[in-house]
Every structure is written in C-alpha cells, then in structure tokens.
C-alpha cells in the first residue's frame, strides 16, 4: 500500500469540515506543499522503521510525508478536533493500521510517549518552539537526533556559536544535548496562511556521552539564565547572585574554573558554563 500526501484544496477542505482557523494563539500554520515536507523528512534522514516523534501534526501533511517513508510516528497534539482526525486522515491515505499513535496532550507537559521514539520531526508553532525542544531533550533521552521547522530568528538563536549576535541561552541550553545546525530555508509561500516571518530548519544530533546528570544540568542552566539575564556586565557582576553574593566572590568561582570573571556570557560555550557548575559544586 502506499501512502499518498495531502494536497492544498485537501488540506483546507479538511480544515473546514473540522471547523480550524489557524490561530496565531497557538502559532498554526499548516505546510500545504509536498515537496517542503519531503524535504524535512529527508534532511531528518527518516529510515524505514524508526520511530518518529512528531510535535504539532496539524492536519497531518508532514505527518504522511514521515510515514511515506516506512517510519512509524507518535504525534503530539493539543488541538482535541486535530488529534482525532488524524488517524482517519492517516488511513484514507493508505497508512497501515498501527504505524500512527495520536497522543492528545499538550507538548509542554507530555513525559511519556509510546514506542519510545528515537528521531524528532516537526514544525514547531513559533510561539513555543524553545521551550517545546528543550522540555522534549531533557525528558526523553531516547531522542538521538532531529530536525524542527521553526522561526528563522529562533532557528539561528538555536545553531548560533559563541561571539554571535544571537547566541544566548537557548543557544547554550540547547547544546547542552549536542550540535545544533542551519539545514535550509523554507519559503513563506508553502504556507496557509502565508505567515509574515521567514522560517529554517534546524538540525541536531544529541551527544553519545551527556554532559552531566540532571542536578548538574540544572546548576548550568541556572548559571546561564544569570550570565545572560545581563549579558552586558561582566561575567563578575552577572553572576554575582549565584556564585556567592559579591562580585569578589563570583571572580574566584570563575577563575578557578578558568573563566575570566571580565569576559561576558556570550564568549562562553556551553562547557565553559559546565565548568563553572561544577567548580561551584566543589
């Protein structure tokens, strides 16, 4: 059997049977062009097999494109009328019985998902792109690698490397997890409604061997937010408030574990962050 995509008039034909405006509330807007979500599943390289997570299935467009190609998919929706359409969209377009499994939940809060999936899929709503991927790495570290169709702004924040403009700390939480990268841009035309902001895919790939347990994860971070809560003050003065008190003493934090307490947040990588975590743990 094969599975064939949706096409656009499908696509919003379904829409209005279910009765769905696309909401800038829940940062809705859904692909209708067939080769973008063969391109996304591609560059996820999605094998026969797998299984693929996928947050924010919509109307199920990318959906199809993961299970065109033999993979099994967990969707996540939060939509209740979009979660219980799905698996009959699934079937009308030739997926086999038991290849898809709808999880009717919001993203922000699901801490299990069955089959335990190992890829990640998605184009994320804009509106909670960030918190969506960080909450999804830290719960489920089945989760080797992925590709996510977000914000143009939020995808180079996510990829961008020390020194940049954009790096900040979504950029230091997320590779926290492993390498983030710009795989490709995608035209505002492949979607309905056409939104007013250009969109990327991002890339990553989660590190074999993880930075820490999860208490250390969390003293990172914690670092992080105060380094770039005033990422214009010197490292001593940011960070005062979590390594000690005073500056005098967030210079000696910071210099045992070999950062200059003159530099600021955004020249450190995420090890360096590790690092004074850890000097502070003792």
Excluded: C
């Amino acid at each position: 059997m094969t599975v064939t995509l949706l096409g656009a008039s499908e696509i919003r034909t379904l829409a209005a049977e279910l009765d769905v405006t696309p909401t800038k509330k829940l940062g809705q807007n859904f692909v209708v062009d067939a080769n973008t979500v063969r391109k996304i599943v591609h560059v996820g390289r999605v094998q026969a097999g797998e299984r693929v997570v996928e947050v924010g299935p919509g109307l199920g467009s990318l959906t199809l494109a993961i299970l065109e190609t033999g993979a099994s998919v967990t969707a996540v929706e939060i939509d209740h009328r979009l979660a219980a359409r799905l698996p009959q969209t699934a079937l009308d377009h030739g997926v086999p019985e038991g290849a898809l499994t709808v999880v009717d939940h919001d993203a922000l809060r699901v801490t299990e998902l069955p089959g335990d999936p190992t890829v990640l899929v998605a184009n994320l709503p804009y509106n909670v792109s960030v918190p969506v991927l960080l909450h999804f790495m830290e719960t489920f570290e089945n989760i080797t690698r992925g590709v996510v169709m977000v914000q143009a702004e939020v995808g180079e924040r996510l990829a961008a490397p020390p020194g940049s403009k954009v790096y900040g700390a979504p950029s230091v939480k997320a590779a926290w997890y492993g390498p983030w990268r710009l795989a490709g841009n995608i035209s505002r035309q492949v979607f309905w409604p056409v939104p007013n902001i250009d969109s990327v895919l991002v890339a990553f790939e989660r590190d074999e061997t993880p930075r820490g347990d999860e208490d250390l994860r969390r003293e990172t971070f914690r670092i992080v937010d105060a380094a770039f809560q005033q990422r214009r003050k010197m490292l001593r003065q940011a960070l005062a408030g979590v390594l000690g008190g005073t500056a005098a003493e967030a210079s000696a934090v910071l210099e045992a574990a070999g950062v200059a307490p003159t530099a600021r947040g955004e020249q450190l990588t995420v090890d360096d962050f590790v690092r004074i975590a850890l000097t502070l743990r003792g």
